[in-house]
Every structure is written in structure tokens, then in C-alpha cells.
């Protein structure tokens, strides 16, 4: 029998700010235990909370990059539960008119980026506050609890079971990962929690229309996880339902050692959370003056960037365009701090080296940057110098071989040095002129008879030998391109 | 001294003719021979107190006084207050000791009063008589064996035994007023907003406002002045310009607009209370006021959607209350479950168990739409009753509970008779509207009666006013409950 996989995610981003979502309190991670909880974060009795301001410029550049409606107003509201690290006994959180509402993202699933693009549909991203955390090490058969967490923003994005696999899921949730970080809206930091998701899934036999009762997996951290989980969760739905069984609606945990899910409760024990509007808050009302100063402040969204880097028209806004290749522009647009590296060195080379750019971006600087695990941020070559470096491969100063050398004696501790100083003490500085090359070539000629006899007799191999030898009188400083022009040459005449 | 209002008392404190220290003490003592009895105040602490009319004193001595300055004023121990036992009235906080100051509280320090002590209350302000209190009821200083009504009796008992010159109090719906009634005194709710509710433990957030009890209207407006002020704290807290609230205390009578709705004066009001309310409003019309009968049809709707409303709130609100991090907390239990489950049975009164219960029965899943959604939509038609009232008339009056106090323990088992105390008020604070109460007779067995003014959104200064003048011509405010000479 054919099934069908139906994913739809939950995913929660921390938000990028100072300051929590309803206090004054400092959301920096890892503070010591209940360091950074004031009087709110800790619910006293008879505080308030004051909604932070900055949080709701966050949500609103979410939602206008997906192409979203800003609901205004928009409500907080209670959700009601019992829990030690939840200290008022509810959550502020958002359920009839969240702030964000529709919009939709692209993704490509396929290994061939030309192929498989699929729209995933985002029913709504709301905000509310995280809950702290519960310690049940150390404190000799006590639970400990750390309130730093409690009260941190977060933006709940909620998609439609738009998903067809856990490909597709990964692909989706990368895409919003890559879009928050790209934002600024979110570190999108996974092993600190700042970025986990819920994943909702079901089957149905292919062509059914209706979808199947859903199981919810919790808490997902890597996207590795996120992949294992939905494959054991569809492959056991699957069973179940190919054994004559059937799917009860379930909240479950997925174990990443033995990679299975496991149930944490049921629907029937599932609780009652009386949702009910905040009184302590107003409905949150944005105008739209407020949402076009937001979306002024706002940078180019990673989808707009992406094609303006493939597209070879200057676009009516004036902004330039390189004419790269999808892939290239997949590369570069990973991440924002990638894309403006990018676009800092080609702009000073110009856009018709758009194409070399990439490639140094995407190949020597990213290689580098692996190794040494870094952001490219905190690359020691700026844009600038790798722009001049680029420069002298243009201008025929050095060769792109020379080039790398260069580049990776630079990395290697000689920043703030350019291109130009290393060429100059090192001696670089590629030889063009044709009448010392001439003389070279001539010169390994006479001295490789055999290699010459082999070439006259068709073994092209010979060539790249004669080439080579020439490189070596130079020390790789001949200009390639010339060597290869005059060596053809003056075999020609030999012939 | 002790029937001084609060301008006096400011004149003889700015004349050095006497020093906050003496005034304290003074009150000090009046509390230490009266509170055995009477029970109005949880917690005085002597030292502290004296400290504050210290720093008083020196105010008033650099020139750095404001009216209010060295002033006892007794707080409502529903106000998070540093340093003190914090209770609210309950088991849950009896081991609380406030580390911060309401709004409220902060703002009578900066003003220089002295805090007096923290006085009695329904538990987490749920009672109309002050007979949920973990530390036992408070006694009406007019007759002993009758309640002083609630939540806020401690408060009003305390400004009608003359225990403090005047004190704080919080309504939610009728919890400054009817007791203001009950006590013989005069207590304002200002306009929802007007009062941060910040430090003020929320029992229904959307209802609760925080304002004065005193002797008379002149000195509410003194209260007020203090009281009100906008606190980015409290996201409801209203950006209004400060007002001078005794501004308008002269203002005449004369051409007033007095509308009776009709609904105030129909089945479950007592005799002895219509007659006081209609010589006062005789007084009125003496003065030169206009009475028109109006209507406010969905009056009958209010205390059953203030018993969604609240509760629903109150249910959610009491949740902070678990054990985990202050308060009570169960000295033996299971698990957290139990622990849960204990700390609460034990922490809190049947009274608040019941509200918690309701509350979290109106707001269940199934059940949200009918209940709360409908009376969220019914509250609304409530407002809308007083904005067509408005139209016709400035202020609106009426008795400010059906009955004079009641005996204590009357009620206590049926808490539909209770709640019913609270038929006039409870319309004003769904409705967000300013109401206060001043004495304006006695009926049975010498027990007070207040008359309810209600004023439109922001009449705090015209309400007062209107009061002022009736208690410039009459003398009801001026009265006391017989109590032991001093």
C-alpha cells in the first residue's frame, strides 16, 4: 500500500532581545540559577506585566517577510497550567488573533535546486513567553528551579501540514532558521534552546483527501532529530495502520539514543489550559504608520536576495544583480553575514567578476572559515583585502594559483597586510611580458628534445610537460594563459 | 485630634503645633485599645511607623512637606508594603513579607505619610463582610455584632473607630463602598485605570481599582491627590493629567442632574435604608438639584456577570499561589501533585476555593462561550446602560447596599445572599465608573446607611464635590460610633 506522509511544524524561535518579553530582566543565556528573574519573572504578588516593545517590532519583521497579515489588534491571553518553573501558573501567550497570521515560505527539496520547489503555507506565528527551567540534579531528591529562562519572548511559527516528508520538514525548518538568524530577529542558537520544534505528524493512503490522526512530537533541538523522529514516527504509523490498528492523537517524545518516539500523553489526559484574554494587558494595537517604519529598518529578505543574485537585469529598484547561478546564490545566501561579504568585495571589483567573487566566497573563504570554525564575521580577511586580492588576479598581477597562496598567507596571521605588500616582498608579481616569456619558452625547448618529439607525434601529454617546465623557470610566476599561447606557437613552427 | 480631617491635621502638623511622632503615637495607641476588639488591623508595627513620622517630621522641618506629610494613614493589607507582612488576608501569604512597595505604597511614602498598619480584609478581597479573613472578622465600630462589610471592612472599621485618619482600600465590586456604607464613613473607586495596580495583589484585574476611605468627601480629594498618578507598571494604568481633586469641592448644586434609576430602588431594597437615601436626595433637591428618574434595564444582569467575570480572573490570578516559591507550602506531601493540592486546601478559604472552583468552571473548555464570552458581551450592554444614562443626567444616585450591616455570620452560609450585597456597586465597576459612598443616615438598630454617587468617566473631582457640599449642609459624616473613650 502507498502512504503519505503529512508533516506540519511548530517551531519556536527565541527572540533577539535585551530584555524580556513582559520585564526589565536580562534574557542573556547562562546566567547562575535565578540571577537574571526580577519581581514579574518570579510573580510576586501584585506585579504586572509591560509588554516590551522591541519584541513586537521583531514579530512584525517576521511576518512582513513572509508576506503576512499583521493583526491589529492582536490579544494576549492566559494559558492556564500547573507547573514549578511556570511561575504564575499560566503562560502569556496568544490564541484567537495572533499577531502574525498567513504568509508562506518556499522551500527546494530536491538535491537539483532547479527542481522540487514547494510553497508551505504558515497558518500564524504568535508571541509568548518561555517557561524557566526544572533541575532535578544535585539537590538531593529536590527539584531545583531556575527562573532565568521564565518570561524570555518567543515567537511561536505554526505552519500548515503542508509537508510531505521529513525532507521537506528539515528543508522548512532550515528555511526559518536561515530567516529569523537572516532577520536579526533570533540567534537561532539550538543547543541553547533558542530555536526547537514541534513536529505534528500523520499518514493517509496516497489520494485520500482527508487528513489522519496526528501524533505530536515535542521539543525536536537538532535538525537531525527532526528528520529521525518524523521517519520512526511515519514508519510506526504506518505499521500500526498496516496491522489493522489505529492512530490514537498523542503527544510524544522522541528518544534520540534508541531513535524512537515515545507517548507523554494522550488526548484524554490532555489538559484543559482555559484560555482566556489577559486583563493585566491591552489588545496590542500596531499601526500601520509603526509597521512602515518597522518595514524602512528592515533588511532585504534572504528569498529577494537570492534573486537578485541570479538575476542579470538590474531590477527596478536599482539594486545590482550578478547574474550567478542558482547554486552559487544558494551558497551565498545561507546566511546574511555571507551575502554581505559577498557583496562588499564584488562591489568594489564590479559585477562583471561577479562570478569569481562567488567562488572565493563560497570556495577559499568558506573553506578556511570551516577549519577553523568560524563566522565569517570574525574572518581575518576583511571584504576589502580580499577584494584587492581578486583585483591582481584581474589585472594579471598574479595567478589564481598565486592567488591562494597569497590569500592563505594572509589567513595564516598576516592580516591587516594587502595583497599587493605580500606580492611585492615575496616577488609575485606574475611575469607578462611576451619577449621573456618567448625567451623561456625557447630555452625549455632546446633543452626537452624528447618531450618536443613526443608532442610532434600527437601525445598531448607532452604539452602540460613543457608547460610545467616552463612554470618551474619562473617559479609559477609566468602568466599561464601566455605560456600556453606562445608555447602553441613555436611547436606550430617546429612542426 | 482624632475627628480631625486631614487638612486640620495637616495645619497643626505644618504649624509644628504637632509633631508626626505624637500623631502617631497617638493612633498607635487608639489602635493598641481598639484593635483587641474591633480586629481591623493584621499587622502594626510601632517602630516602623514612628520611623516613617521621623523622616516626616524632618520633611515638614526642611520645608519639603506636602499636605499629607506626617499623616497616619492605615493601608489595606491587599498593598504589597516592604518590609511588612504582606497577607491579603490569607493563610497562603501569612508568612509573606513584601521585598518591593505597590505603586500605592510608594507614592504615600514619597507624599510623607505614615504608614500605620496594614488592616484587615476579606481573603485576597473576596467577602462583603470581612468574614473570609484568615485572621478572623473585623467588627462594625456602630454595633459590634454586625459586620463592617468587605473587602475592605478593616480599612473602613478602622477610619470609623478612629484607629487612622483615613486608609487605602481596593473595589472590585463594591469592596470600598459598601463597606464606606456599612462603617458610616466616605470611600471613593475612581475611574478603572486611575490607580496602579501594581503591588496591589489582583483578584480581578479588569475590576480592581485601588482608593481611599475616610471622613469625608474633602478629605477622599486629599487621598486621591496622592493616590492617583499614572505607572508604566501597570499596563492599564491610564496617561491621564494629573487633576487636582479638590478643586471643584466648592462647586455648586445648583442646576444638578441627579438621575434615580429605578432599578436601584425596586424589590430587595430595605426600608430603612430608601428612607435615608430619600431624605438625602430631599437634601439635594433643597440645594437646588434636579431629580430625574432614569433607567439602567441590564442593572439586574450585573452581579451574575461579576460572578463570571471575577472569578474567571480570580481563578487565574490565584494560580501564582502554589507552594513553590513563597507562601504557604504543605509540611508534608507526595509529590508535586500533592504538594499542589496541599498547600492549596490548606492556604486558602471555602470562600476562595469557591471563587477558584467557579471561576475555573467558567472558563473550561466547552463551557468558555456561554459563560464568559456571554458576560464579557453582557458587560459591555452594562456600560452601555450608564453612557445613555449620561446623557440625561451628571450623576447618577442610589442606596450603596440594600441593607444596613448585617449581623455577623447572617450570611456567611449563604454566599447567594452575600454576593447580593454587592447589587448596587457591582454595575459601576463592570462598567469601569468612578462610585463613592457617604453616610447620609441611620436605619435599623442604629446602623448606617451610605448613599451611592456614581459620576461619569473622570467626574472624580464632580462627584466629590457634590458630596462635599451635601456634608457642608448636613452632618452625617461627622458622627460616631460609641466607642470607648479614649
Given amino acids: 500500500m502507498q502512504w503519505e506522509v503529512v508533516v506540519g511544524l511548530e517551531i519556536h524561535t527565541q527572540l533577539l532581545t535585551q530584555s524580556k518579553l513582559f520585564s526589565g530582566a536580562s534574557t542573556t543565556f547562562g546566567g547562575a540559577p535565578n540571577s537574571q528573574a526580577c519581581a514579574v519573572d518570579i510573580a510576586l504578588p501584585g506585579v504586572l506585566p509591560v509588554l516590551n516593545r522591541g519584541v513586537v517590532e521583531l514579530a512584525v519583521k517576521f511576518g512582513l517577510s513572509i508576506d503576512a497579515r499583521i493583526n491589529s489588534p492582536s490579544i494576549f491571553a492566559r494559558k492556564n497550567y500547573f507547573y514549578p518553573d511556570l ?70 511559527i505554526v505552519s500548515e501540514p503542508d509537508m510531505r516528508s521529513s525532507a521537506e520538514a528539515v528543508a522548512f ?51 537531525r532529530y527532526l528528520q529521525q523522529a518524523i521517519e520512526y514516527e511515519a514508519e510506526f504509523q504506518k505499521y500500526i495502520l498496516e496491522t489493522g490498528g489505529k492512530i490514537k492523537q498523542a503527544t510524544v517524545l522522541f528518544d534520540s539514543e534508541k531513535r524512537e518516539t515515545h507517548v507523554m500523553r494522550t488526548k484524554e489526559d490532555s489538559h484543559d489550559y482555559r484560555y482566556f484574554p489577559d486583563p493585566d494587558l491591552l489588545p496590542l494595537i500596531i499601526s500601520s504608520d509603526w509597521i512602515e517604519e518597522i518595514r524602512a529598518s528592515m533588511v532585504e529578505p534572504p528569498d529577494l536576495c537570492f534573486s537578485r543574485f541570479i538575476d542579470s537585469e538590474i531590477g527596478s529598484n536599482g539594486k545590482e544583480t550578478y547574474a550567478l547561478s542558482k547554486y552559487d546564490a544558494t551558497m551565498l545566501t545561507v546566511d546574511i553575514d555571507i551575502a554581505t561579504y559577498f557583496e ?95 625567451k623561456l619558452v625557447d630555452m625549455v625547448l632546446i633543452e626537452n628534445p624528447q618531450q618536443v618529439a613526443d608532442f610532434c607525434r600527437g601525445k598531448e601529454r607532452a604539452f602540460n610537460s613543457l608547460v610545467g617546465q616552463v612554470m618551474k623557470k619562473t617559479k609559477g610566476k609566468a602568466n599561464p594563459a601566455q605560456v600556453n599561447d606562445i608555447l602553441k606557437e613555436r611547436l606550430k613552427k617546429k612542426n | 485630634m482624632f475627628n480631625s480631617s486631614l487638612n486640620q491635621l495637616s495645619t497643626l502638623l505644618a504649624t509644628k503645633r504637632v509633631s508626626s511622632i505624637e500623631l502617631t503615637r497617638d493612633f498607635l495607641r487608639n489602635i493598641k485599645s481598639l484593635n483587641k476588639e474591633y480586629n481591623a488591623f493584621i499587622t502594626v508595627n510601632e517602630e516602623m511607623s514612628l520611623d516613617q513620622a ?154 480592581d481599582q485601588g482608593g481611599p476611605i475616610a471622613k469625608s468627601a474633602a478629605d477622599l480629594a486629599l487621598m486621591l491627590n496622592v493616590m492617583v498618578g499614572f505607572d508604566a507598571r501597570d499596563s492599564t494604568s491610564l496617561q491621564h493629567e494629573n487633576e487636582d481633586y479638590t478643586r471643584e469641592l466648592k462647586g455648586p448644586i445648583e442646576g444638578l442632574r441627579i438621575g434615580l434609576p ?30 430625574i428618574e432614569v433607567s439602567l434595564p441590564n442593572t439586574k444582569l450585573s452581579i451574575p456577570v461579576y460572578y463570571v467575570l471575577a472569578p474567571a480572573e480570580a481563578s487565574s490570578n490565584l494560580s501564582r499561589f502554589d507552594g513553590v516559591r513563597y507562601g504557604h507550602r504543605s509540611e508534608e506531601y507526595n509529590n508535586l501533585d500533592d504538594m499542589y493540592l496541599k498547600s492549596r486546601t490548606q492556604g486558602f478559604g471555602a470562600e476562595v476555593k469557591r471563587r477558584i472552583l467557579i471561576g475555573t468552571y467558567v472558563l473550561s473548555h466547552g463551557y468558555y462561550d456561554a459563560y464568559y464570552i456571554k458576560a464579557q ?4 450592554l452594562i456600560a452601555q446602560d450608564f453612557t445613555g444614562v449620561f446623557k440625561q443626567c451628571d450623576v447618577i444616585m442610589g442606596p ?87
Avoid at chain 1, 508562506?104 to 513567553?129: F, P, S, W, Y
Avoid at chain 2, 458581551?377 to 459591555?380: E, F, G, Q, V, Y
Wanted: hydrophobic share 35%; charged share 20%.
Fill in chain 2, 54 to 207: 521621623r523622616i516626616a517630621d524632618a520633611m515638614i522641618a526642611s520645608g519639603e512637606g506636602s499636605p499629607l506629610t506626617g499623616i497616619p494613614i492605615a493601608h489595606k493589607d491587599i498593598f504589597c508594603t516592604k518590609g511588612w507582612l504582606t497577607t491579603c488576608g490569607s493563610k497562603m501569604l501569612s508568612n509573606f513579607i513584601s521585598p518591593y512597595d505597590a505603586h500605592v505604597i510608594e507614592l504615600f511614602n514619597k507624599a510623607g505619610t505614615v504608614n500605620i498598619g496594614k488592616t484587615n480584609m476579606d481573603e485576597f478581597a473576596m467577602g462583603s463582610s470581612n468574614e473570609t479573613s484568615f485572621y478572623g472578622p473585623v467588627k462594625n465600630p456602630w454595633d459590634i455584632l454586625s459586620v463592617p462589610g468587605g473587602s475592605s471592612g478593616g480599612s473602613a472599621c478602622a477610619v470609623a473607630a478612629r484607629m487612622a485618619p483615613a486608609a487605602t482600600g481596593t473595589d472590585t465590586g463594591g469592596s470600598i463602598r459598601q463597606p464606606a456604607s456599612l462603617c458610616g464613613v466616605s470611600g471613593i473607586k475612581p475611574t478603572y485605570g486611575l490607580v496602579s495596580r501594581y503591588g496591589m495583589i489582583a483578584f480581578a484585574s479588569s475590576l
Fill in chain 1, 173 to 223: 525548518a532550515k528555511k526559518i532558521h536561515t530567516l529569523v538568524r537572516w532577520l536579526g530577529i533570533s540567534d537561532g542558537n539550538m543547543e541553547e534552546g533558542s530555536f526547537r520544534c514541534d513536529a505534528n505528524v500523520s499518514v493517509r493512503r496516497l489520494g485520500d483527501d482527508t487528513l489522519g490522526t496526528r501524533r505530536e512530537i515535542k521539543n525536536l533541538n537538532s535538525f
Fill in chain 2, 262 to 291: 429605578k432599578e436601584y430602588f425596586a424589590e430587595g431594597l430595605s426600608d430603612d435604608v430608601s428612607r435615608a437615601v430619600d431624605a438625602a436626595v430631599a437634601e439635594y433637591s433643597k440645594l437646588g438639584a434636579k431629580i
Fill in chain 1, 344 to 438: 562588499k568585495v564584488v562591489r568594489i571589483i564590479g559585477r562583471k567578476e561577479a562570478k569569481l567573487c562567488a567562488n572565493w566566497v563560497i570556495g577559499e573563504v568558506a573553506t578556511r572559515l570551516n577549519q577553523d570554525n568560524k563566522n565569517i564575521t570574525a574572518s581575518p580577511i576583511s571584504p576589502q583585502q580580499l577584494a584587492e586580492l581578486i583585483l591582481r588576479i584581474c589585472d594579471g598581477t598574479v595567478s589564481g594559483k598565486t592567488a591562494k597562496d597569497i590569500f592563505n598567507t594572509m589567513w595564516d596571521g598576516e592580516s591587516h597586510t594587502s595583497a599587493d605588500e605580500i606580492i611585492k616582498i615575496k616577488g609575485l608579481r606574475q611575469i607578462s611580458n611576451s619577449d621573456e616569456i618567448t
Fill in chain 2, 377 to 380: 458581551k453582557l458587560r459591555r
Fill in chain 1, 87 to 156: 511561575p504564575k501558573g499560566y503562560q502569556i501567550s496568544q490564541f484567537e488573533l495572533p499577531i502574525v497570521e498567513g504568509g508562506q515560505i518556499n522551500i527546494q527539496t530536491g538535491k537539483n535546486n532547479e527542481e522540487d520547489e514547494r510553497i508551505i503555507n504558515i497558518t500564524r506565528a504568535h508571541l509568548e513567553e518561555d517557561a524557566g527551567k526544572s533541575l532535578h540534579e544535585d539537590f538531593h531528591g529536590m527539584t531545583g528551579i531556575d527562573l532565568n529562562r521564565a518570561g524570555t519572548p518567543l515567537l511561536e
Fill in chain 2, 400 to 486: 450603596t447596599s440594600p441593607s444596613v450591616a448585617f449581623s455577623l455570620g447572617e450570611r456567611s452560609n449563604d454566599p447567594l445572599q452575600m454576593y447580593l450585597s454587592d447589587a448596587y456597586t457591582a454595575a459601576a465597576s463592570l462598567a469601569g465608573l468612578p462610585g463613592m459612598s457617604i453616610p447620609v443616615g441611620f436605619g435599623k438598630k442604629n446602623r448606617p446607611v451610605g448613599l451611592h454617587i456614581i459620576g461619569n468617566y473622570f467626574a472624580e473631582a464632580k462627584i466629590l464635590s457634590i458630596a462635599h457640599q451635601f456634608q457642608q449642609v448636613t452632618d452625617w459624616h461627622t458622627k460616631m460610633p460609641d466607642i470607648k473613650k479614649f
